[in-house]
């Protein structure tokens, strides 16, 4: 292969956020090649920048969602809508995660770093396992989608890149390889914001081994970033999601944007009314699973009323989600009355527009308070998350109940997640058996995560008795909305939407949706069929 890699300004820019300037100012390229690079640890360490360019998409932790039964995605050309409603296919196979060239940076750094004599070799002990973590998350990615994908070891001859698929587990094994080496030379602590370190390296091992069910592993790695000391739950839950918040110490790992170089628009979240494009929104689904305030699902409790859905819930639901009758922009929130009481038509009624949400709710995460973008949706940085600490405690929960059953360890981290956003311990009473626990910790994981991307994958893994996959009953039905009016005279936020129960499920279908269990892979996009002959097509497509 001929290595004339391009890096540019902004790829570096990407990952350092607030600490840039020391990049910017000694940067003399606008490429790297073998003639010019591979020579000095600073090479090294500016080639691995690239590495980071466009590894973790942020954007697209909504749009998994929207793959989900807790998110939807309308625009069609956007490539998600498809695969949250079963409609893809081989010559539709909606957005692609299958993408080696994350994967090739990494492979071209590995390959060229030996040979550069370091001052400090825990320096370059650090970069490569860097690449190793970035390498790993990017095998995960397309192997827990499509179900075994080529193991390419090295780019120096493009014909070596035209190799069959391996198995989902010689992959796997792989992942945890590459993760397992790095965590030998990773450094403790990140040397800038966005940076890969010991706690990154040790959360994609946690999150890495319970998507294949290794419960032990990802126990042990969970239990690992506990004892590091470094992280700790956020009081302020939607704190953290905001352009204040970068710097709270929940946050393991987030993508890093600057404004001024490598920006992130937050323009395809907003609903119409505030400038934005309702790309992707939560749904109805999400809030139902939320809990009362006095720990009972809704099913379960007298204070729910199912015409006020929104009123007495978990606090986070009014933190994740923005819902009708909610004060919001110096006024009140409308997505219910196709007219406002002045007689304009209501810009944000779900049929106004394409651009109006269709499940009336908009994500609260990253969007609340909207000011904080001075009124710019285009060009923002925002540094979307991708680990945080609640995630290691559920997961330690998850894993510890899969493995044993109940534990003090099971309800204790379940009780810090629920206590921070308010919400009462587990009644270890009610959730005393294994299948008791798994279904609260199933829900607690649902809520406290959404809109970060985690539920289409978890859909996939968590198996009912029967061992379906759980996406075969949630995915396997009517997609609606809530249907109702709003009292602007009511003073209470949370009972201002009138649902009208009845006629929801009928006047507020959105879409049917369907699942098959061939679903559970996404299939190979045509062009990569195409590039590489020796890839054959995921079975059902």
Not at 140 to 167: C, F, H, Q, V
């Amino acid at each position: 292969m001929k290595q004339n890699i391009l890096i540019y300004v902004s790829a570096i820019v990407m990952t350092l956020c607030s600490a840039c300037s020391d990049f910017l100012d000694t940067y003399p390229y606008d490429s790297l090649s073998p003639a010019t690079t591979w020579k000095t640890e600073a090479d090294a360490e500016k080639f691995l920048i690239g590495c980071y360019d466009g590894w973790i998409w942020g954007e697209g932790f909504f749009y998994w969602d929207c793959a989900s039964d807790i998110g939807f995605s309308y625009h069609t050309h956007e490539g998600w809508r498809v695969i949250g409603n079963g409609t893809l296919a081989a010559a539709n196979p909606g957005t692609s995660s299958y993408d080696y060239k994350v994967i090739r940076r990494c492979l071209t750094l590995l390959e060229n770093i030996d040979g550069i004599a370091f001052g400090d070799e825990a320096k370059k002990k650090d970069i490569i396992a860097q690449a190793r973590v970035i390498l790993a998350y990017d095998y995960l990615k397309m192997n827990y989608w499509y179900g075994g994908t080529p193991i390419i070891a090295s780019y120096k001859d493009p014909e070596e890149a035209k190799t069959p698929r391996n198995t989902e587990e010689e992959v796997k094994q792989y992942i945890y390889k590459q993760i397992d080496d790095a965590l030998t030379g990773i450094a403790d602590r990140p040397a800038k914001r966005g940076r890969v370190a010991k706690g990154a390296a040790l959360a994609l091992k946690m999150r890495s081994a319970l998507y294949y069910a290794d419960y032990q592993r990802s126990l042990d790695a969970a239990k690992a970033i506990r004892d590091l000391g470094q992280y700790e739950l956020d009081p302020n839950y939607a704190g953290m999601f905001t352009l204040a918040g970068v710097d709270s110490k929940e946050i393991i790992l987030s993508v890093q944007h600057l404004k001024s170089f490598k920006d992130e628009w937050i323009v395809t979240v907003p609903n119409n009314a505030d400038g934005g494009w309702s790309s992707m929104v939560p749904t109805q689904n999400l809030v139902d699973m939320y809990e009362m305030q006095d720990g009972l699902t809704k099913e379960e409790s007298s204070a729910y009323d199912p015409a006020h859905p929104f009123k007495g819930r978990d606090p986070r639901m009014a933190m994740t989600v923005l819902y009708p009758g909610q004060e919001w922009q110096g006024g009140v929130l409308n997505t219910l009355d196709e007219t406002l009481p002045d007689g304009s038509k209501n810009p944000n009624y779900p049929a106004a527009a394409d651009n109006a949400s269709k499940t009336a709710l908009t994500w609260s995460k990253y969007v609340t308070p909207l000011e904080q973008y001075g009124g710019d949706l285009y060009s923002t940085s925002m540094c979307q998350i991708a680990f945080r600490y609640a995630e290691v405690l559920l997961t330690i929960a998850e894993a510890s109940n899969e493995l044993s059953g109940p534990s003090a360890e099971a309800y204790d981290a379940l009780d810090a997640v629920r206590a921070r956003a308010g919400m009462p311990a587990v009644n270890r009473t009610k959730y005393a058996s294994k299948e008791t626990l798994r279904e609260l910790i199933r829900r607690e994981r649902t809520v406290e995560l959404a809109g970060e991307g985690h539920r289409r994958a978890d859909i996939m893994r968590w198996k009912d008795a029967s061992g379906k996959m759980l996406a075969e009953t949630v995915l396997n039905a009517p997609l609606t909305r809530i249907t109702g009016t709003l009292d602007y005279n009511e003073t209470d936020p949370y009972a201002r939407a009138t649902v009208n129960v009845s006629a929801s499920a009928t006047a507020g279908k959105i879409e049917d949706r369907k699942f098959a269990p061939h679903n559970r892979y996404l299939p190979f996009p045509q062009s990569a069929l195409d590039k590489n002959p020796a890839l054959k097509q995921n079975p059902g497509y």
